[in-house]
């Protein structure tokens, strides 16, 4: 069954220019996705519209559907998106946390979508709500922090709170958009097995934007890479080749890659799945998913 279903969305914030440009995609549910591409390609903007942060331009053709119901289309966030976007978890690089309340408490308004706001802000929460919020962060390793402040977190703790939050909000689909971009390696690493261990275990869905590609390889069987607002590749992460990276970050690359991607000393450096063109990779998926790439951006 398909989780997240998006037809012909586009945007654009200014006139001229299309910050996502007829994106068509859908997720089956359990899937855990890597979103890449340059900074500017659209994967924020993206991510946003999934839980109607954003809304799209106008276009009778367009619609973002989660959990079975639509939360935008033809240009209109759904009346109902207060409630449908109960069921979307959003990690967001940074400032997940209020600085100020506990972790507890930040961790509890994930559920402020099921009750009355007024409630929330006067931190009226019941016994087994904290009980379930303890819960969570015992499930993302830091229950010894529930009466930190949220500004005494490390970096890495943040993000692991705010996937808390995702979880006593019950979220269906976990939308986490470059949450280890300012993480160090190890911090990197734990965030990344928590939203595995949560994909694996609970079935979320998880669809993360990642600025480092290796983590993509390794966490995310399928990519969806992005280009100037346009998906260029849709398929079997095993199946990026270091050309096709290289060329996607352009002058990014460099820093952004490692070493052993974006230069293959030899054929022996590559993993054997990698070809030297996406022509040949095309239809070979193993998901039985189609590989989709434009046309503009093969290799040469
Ligand atoms: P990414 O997350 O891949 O770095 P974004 O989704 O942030 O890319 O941006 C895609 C394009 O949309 C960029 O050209 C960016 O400048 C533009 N953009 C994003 N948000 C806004 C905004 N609020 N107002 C105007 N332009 C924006
Ligand atoms: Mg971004």
Redesign the pocket.
């Known amino acids: 069954m398909s989780i997240v279903s998006v037809q012909h969305l586009s945007k654009h914030?200014?006139r001229n220019?299309a910050?996502l440009d007829d994106v068509n995609f859908s997720v089956q549910s359990g899937e855990m996705i890597a979103l890449i591409?340059a900074?500017?390609?659209?994967?924020?903007?993206?991510l946003r519209h999934l839980s109607g942060l954003l809304e799209s331009d106008s276009n009778a053709l367009t619609s973002v559907d989660v959990c079975g119901e639509t939360i935008q289309s033809g240009g209109k966030v759904s009346s109902q998106a207060r409630h449908i976007r109960r069921k979307v978890g959003v990690v967001f690089q940074q400032f997940n946390l209020v600085p100020r309340l506990s972790v507890l408490t930040n961790v509890l308004l994930g559920n402020l979508g099921a009750m009355p706001y007024w409630l929330a802000a006067l931190g009226f929460f019941t016994k087994p709500q904290k009980q379930l919020a303890m819960q969570a962060l015992g499930r993302v390793g830091i229950k010894d922090k529930a009466l930190s402040r949220g500004a005494d977190l490390s970096g890495g703790q943040q993000q692991r709170a705010a996937i808390a939050r995702a979880l006593v909000q019950n979220a269906e689909v976990i939308a986490a958009d470059e949450p280890i971009a300012s993480l160090d390696p190890s911090a990197a690493r734990r965030v990344m097995d928590v939203l595995k261990e949560l994909n694996k275990n609970d079935g979320i869905t998880v669809l993360v934007?990642l600025h480092q590609v290796e983590y993509a390889l390794s966490y995310c069987a399928r990519t969806i890479a992005?280009r100037d607002?346009r998906i260029v590749y849709d398929g079997d992460s095993n199946s990026l080749t270091p050309d096709f990276l290289a060329e996607l970050y352009g002058d990014e690359s460099e820093d952004l890659l490692l070493p052993s991607l974006t230069k293959p000393k030899n054929e022996l450096a590559r993993p054997a799945v990698w070809s030297n063109s996406f022509s040949s990779n095309q239809g070979t998926l193993s998901s039985g998913r189609e590989s989709r790439l434009s046309e503009t951006t093969l290799p040469a």
Do not use: D, H, P, Q
């Open positions: 914030f200014e220019n910050a591409g900074s500017g390609s659209g994967k924020s903007t993206l934007s992005m607002g």
